[in-house]
């Protein structure tokens, strides 16, 4: 028996068979590109009927879907991809196959994936922080996720770090606007337009390909201005892991998600900076570590979710 996960993410939709042993055997990524709307919804259906065609003995289907899942109406609020507000996709993939689906937030299953496959394994109380183009917490509470009373806990792209409150925080929060991918490059291209003589590496940055990752290769050539970006991101990094630290204290905070890939080197400046704001006592007994999953951590966690619909199929 195997099950199918789809990790779908604001720029792009990944698939993979999985075992029950949690093994990949086949995985595919696909970009979004400028799809919107119903074109997402039927990309993700087109692929399903497909795999279903190609791969033996599926049976049944995890999503995960960045922003909210909604699990009485089964509807999808996704910022990041176009007419996403309400968007009826439990009832679209019913409508393409008969096997049974399963649907939850990008931040649950990031969790579930760490706890399954990754560095959370064996934890009951967990939060895995993920930082990509947002920025999204998936927390473990005494062994069960939080989902909060409309399915929206985890949320933290809208945790308030700094002050004054500024109007540009509305679409996406304080946190996410500083220290997400999308922030990095905000942040990096107001700091150039107010720079005098500035020569360095990311003199020619406002242009459609800019991204975080031009500010993490600025970096390393010590360039002035990506260091002080770099450095305002690790000290909301920080403040934000407090935050978490004092609230819930978990065993791990696990650091995921597009930029922990190349942030991952802060993680002791990161934890510096955490120990100055978090409960003491509680600072003391997390440990605050890269992801072991990566790029798969979203496929994992739909995978588990998709192999509890599955077990439970069997048990009924």
């Not at 990094?237 to 802060?266: H, T």
């Amino acid at each position: 028996m195997t099950v199918l996960a789809i990790d779908l993410g604001g720029t792009k939709l990944s698939f993979a068979v999985l075992t029950e042993q949690g093994d990949i055997l086949v995985k595919k990524t696909i970009a979004l590109e400028k799809r919107s709307a119903n074109q997402v919804g039927d990309l993700i259906t087109d692929q399903i009927r497909e795999l279903q065609q190609t791969s033996d003995n599926i049976q049944s289907i995890g999503i995960a879907v960045p922003g909210i899942y909604r699990h009485k109406s089964g509807t999808v609020w996704a910022p990041n991809i176009p007419g996403w507000e309400d968007y009826p996709l439990l009832q679209q993939i019913k409508d393409a196959t008969i096997i049974p689906v399963v649907i939850d937030s990008d931040r649950a299953a990031y969790i579930l994936g760490e706890v399954w496959k990754g560095n959370a394994k064996g934890c009951s109380n967990a939060i895995y922080l993920a930082v990509g183009t947002g920025i999204g917490a998936g927390i473990l509470v005494d062994g069960e996720i939080l989902r909060g009373e409309h399915d929206i806990a985890g949320a933290i792209g809208w945790m308030a770090l700094q002050q004054p409150f500024k109007e540009k925080y509305i679409p996406c929060g304080c946190f996410e606007y500083h220290a997400s991918g999308a922030g990095i490059v905000k942040i990096t291209l107001e700091l150039l337009a107010n720079a005098d003589n500035y020569q360095g590496a990311l003199s020619k940055a406002a242009t459609d390909t800019f991204s975080a990752y031009d500010v993490f290769n600025a970096y390393e050539q010590n360039d002035v201005i990506a260091t002080e970006v770099l450095n305002i991101c690790i000290r909301f990094w920080g403040m934000a892991i407090s935050n978490l630290v004092s609230l819930f204290n978990p065993e791990k905070i696990i650091l995921g998600g597009g930029i922990f890939g190349p942030a991952v080197r802060f993680i002791p400046e990161i934890t510096k900076e955490a120990a100055k704001w978090a409960q003491p006592i509680s600072m003391k007994h997390v440990s605050i570590e890269a992801s072991l999953t990566g790029n798969n951590a979203g496929l994992y966690g739909a995978g588990r979710l998709a192999w509890g619909r599955a077990l439970d199929r069997v048990d009924r």
